[in-house]
């Protein structure tokens, strides 16, 4: 007797289809957001709709080239709650947002924003300020 393997549309399986699924939501969550700011406003990169909790690994860095020549914050949220504030960064340690205040053309660079745990998060945005 033979088996019998449900199809999709395109042919596949249902668990070569869930596969697929899986790997296209993970390309579209590490996927580059294009943002424009202007100078002397503030823009707030946000990670998502995740609240950060104690053990969690929060990592912001940024640069021209690949986003990764600097890192203004690499935080373990444990015991702490609030804002931190660094130069014109601030970070949101409820959400892990990132708030850059005060916008000048030399903010302009590819931004990389990541939450280190079981699940983790990781964003990418390339903010153009004019």
């Given amino acids: 007797m033979l088996g019998f393997c449900p ?5 596949r399986t249902a ?12 390309a579209a969550a590490t996927a ?14 946000h990670l998502g709709h995740r609240l950060l909790k ?9 640069g021209p080239e690949t986003g ?7 935080i373990d949220i444990e015991n702490q709650s609030g804002r931190i504030r660094k130069d014109q960064f601030e970070v949101d340690l409820t959400t892990g947002a990132l708030t850059i205040k005060n916008l000048s053309a030399k903010d ?3 931004y990389h924003g990541q939450i280190i745990n079981g699940n983790g998060t990781k964003r990418i945005f390339n903010l153009m300020v004019k």
């Avoid at 199809?7 to 042919?11: M, S, T, Y």
């Avoid at 424009?36 to 503030?42: A, C, F, M, N, S």
């Avoid at 104690?54 to 940024?62: A, I, K």
């Avoid at 990764?68 to 690499?74: H, T």
């Fill in 7 to 11: 199809r999709d549309g395109n042919g």
């Fill in 15 to 26: 668990a070569a289809a869930a596969e697929a699924a899986a790997a296209a939501a993970a």
């Fill in 32 to 45: 580059a957001v294009n943002l424009t700011g202007k100078v002397g406003d503030d823009v707030t990169l």
């Fill in 54 to 62: 104690p053990g969690d690994m929060l990592v912001w860095s940024y």
């Fill in 68 to 74: 990764k020549e600097n890192v203004p914050f690499n």
């Fill in 108 to 110: 302009s660079a590819v």
